[in-house]
């Protein structure tokens, strides 16, 4: 029975059945290049870069905290977002949605560095509905010139 026990400790805390998380593809220098590019924006010192959150390592309460008076609503679930008050990127680093999705992760990061340049280079709104199309574009070709699925 001893035996048993610890064989069941031993298989519940070996990392070989947990799910890895996705990995980024590209450094973030080079996914934010990218999409300066996309905006035709020069990069500018005087605005921070915003900080990174994986849902891996974030808690829950965490994301919520940050998203929450933004959205209007408490998310039960993690998903991208940036959170414009904090200036901070929340990354959903689920490998099996990206294989699932025909997506890579850095795909997600373009797509939540498009709206910080929207909001803290070019001080937009992103209640305008056109702002998440532009994201999406801009998501959408970076996945295609940059992804390998």
């Known amino acids: ?17 947990a799910k890895a998380p996705a990995k980024l593809q590209h450094p973030l ?4 290049e990218k999409v300066l590019e996309k905006k035709h924006l020069d990069k500018r010192d005087d605005v ?6 994986y849902q891996s390592k974030t808690p ?11 959205w209007g609503f408490r998310p039960d679930t993690f998903t991208n977002a940036f959170a414009v008050a904090n200036n901070e ?22 797509h939540e560095l498009t709206h910080y340049l929207q909001t803290k ?10 702002l998440e199309w532009e994201a999406i ?5 970076f996945r295609q010139e940059n992804c390998k699925l």
């Open 1 to 17: 029975m001893k035996n048993l026990i610890l064989l069941i400790m031993i298989c519940t805390t070996t990392t070989s059945w």
């Open 29 to 32: 220098e080079f996914i934010f």
């Open 48 to 53: 921070p870069f915003p900080k990174f959150y």
């Open 60 to 70: 829950l309460k965490q994301f919520q905290d940050a998203i929450e008076k933004q």
């Open 89 to 110: 990127v929340y990354i959903l680093d689920d490998a099996d949605y990206y294989r699932k999705q025909k997506r890579c992760m850095d795909d997600s990061v373009a």
């Open 121 to 130: 280079y070019q001080n937009w709104d992103l209640s305008d509905e056109s």
């Open 137 to 141: 574009d801009i998501q959408t070709a």
